[in-house]
């Protein structure tokens, strides 16, 4: 299963490194994706990286403040956030992609339980 770790109270304009392990299942060969879900608000797309880092894609509202990587050895992918802001505060979900666009929260279907992240200003 998908584990996500790493999130917590972070001060805005700090920094903040988000883990996604699995276990019982590898990572290496899929696409993965960072969505979060702020109070009373839909789901969103954050950021997406190729099986081999070749490809990463984020949304307008990350961009520049959030960076997503992976470390196939260590079966992980992680979303480094700086530059916070109140508004990020939500429950950050991994998940592995398995098919359709990228950025569509419809094209993954292996999701972490997430982990909460709060901003305070």
């Known amino acids: 299963h998908l584990v996500e770790s790493g999130g917590g109270l972070v001060q805005a304009g700090r920094s903040l490194r988000l883990s996604c392990s699995a276990s019982g299942r590898t990572l290496t060969s899929s696409r993965v994706g960072w969505f979060r879900q702020a109070p009373e608000k839909e789901l969103e797309f954050v950021a997406t990286?190729?099986?081999?880092?070749?490809?990463?894609n984020y949304a307008d509202s990350v961009r520049g403040r959030f960076t997503i990587s992976r470390d196939n050895l260590k079966n992980t992918a992680f979303l480094q956030m700086d530059h916070w802001k109140p508004e990020d505060t939500a429950v950050y979900y991994c998940a592995v992609h398995s098919g359709g666009a990228p950025s569509s929260r419809s094209s993954y279907g292996y999701w972490g339980q997430g982990t909460q992240v709060t901003v305070s200003s």
């Open positions: 990286i190729s099986y081999n880092s070749g490809s990463r």
